[in-house]
């Protein structure tokens, strides 16, 4: 307990210190179309706001051009810690929305994401230097129109800042478990997780990599899948 009330004041300069806003373009090697993702992180008193939105490019027409995006997926997330100056520094709750629309076949059909609500705790771990962070997340999770037996998310989320001891090489990804009750009436365990890693060159801005979807039973797809896309990241 000493030791969280020593480094409480520490955790409040260099949380409070990072803010970023992103923008990533993917090639998915395994559906075989780009992703875009606009993603930002801002630390306030309050806590933290995390948010990215998702699109697609693969709705096309018979000589196989892209003419628009074919899925779209929004996600947002609050931390609220009014008590960053005390022992329980690394504790959050936390609020997220989540939800989207896509379509498939040449816009021949199209399906939602449905609407889900989360709300839950946070624990933050780290490295003496903040190199290293762990978030743990505990989360009641509603799907509107889709509720399963067990609403509860578990999330983690990791980075690795100059992995190996090598500079400008950062690891991080997130791994989500969660229940959806699918069209047979059953509650189904969904894992997905996206591990990244990006070298960037010698500048804040620009930077190089990819990522690697993991995944079971997500969005659609039964059992385990392995998706690898290659991408770049620019840090506004």
């Not at 995006?69 to 329980?88: D, G, H, K, M, V």
């Not at 705790?121 to 743990?136: A, C, E, G, P």
Request: charged share 15%; net charge negative.
């Amino acid at each position: 307990m000493k030791k969280l009330i020593l480094t409480a004041a520490v955790l409040l300069v260099a949380v409070s210190a990072f803010a970023q806003t992103n923008f990533q373009t993917f090639y998915d090697f395994g559906r075989k179309h780009f992703t875009t993702t606009l993603e930002g992180f801002y630390n306030d008193n309050w806590g933290n706001t995390f948010f990215f939105v998702d699109y697609d490019y693969d709705n096309r027409n018979a000589k196989g051009t892209v003419l628009s995006p074919s899925n779209t997926y929004f996600e947002i997330a609050r931390c609220l810690n009014f008590w960053q100056n005390s022992a329980l520094a690394p504790f959050s709750l936390h609020v997220e929305y989540n939800g989207g629309f896509g379509s498939f076949g040449n816009m021949a059909g199209a399906f939602p994401v449905n609407n889900a609500f989360l709300a839950g705790v946070d624990w933050f771990l780290h490295s003496k230097d903040f190199k290293n962070t762990l978030n743990l997340k505990v989360l009641y999770k509603y799907i509107m129109a889709n509720n399963p037996h067990t609403p509860m998310q578990f999330t983690g989320v990791w980075g690795c800042q100059d992995l190996f001891g090598i500079p400008g090489v950062r690891f991080s990804g997130f791994v989500d478990v969660w229940c959806e009750r699918l069209s047979d009436g059953w509650s189904h365990t969904v894992v997905l997780s996206e591990p990244q890693l990006w070298y960037n060159f010698g500048t804040e801005h620009f930077n190089l990599g990819g990522e690697v979807e993991l995944s079971y039973n997500f969005a659609g797809m039964v059992g385990f899948h392995c998706l690898p896309c290659l991408g770049m990241k620019w840090v506004f």
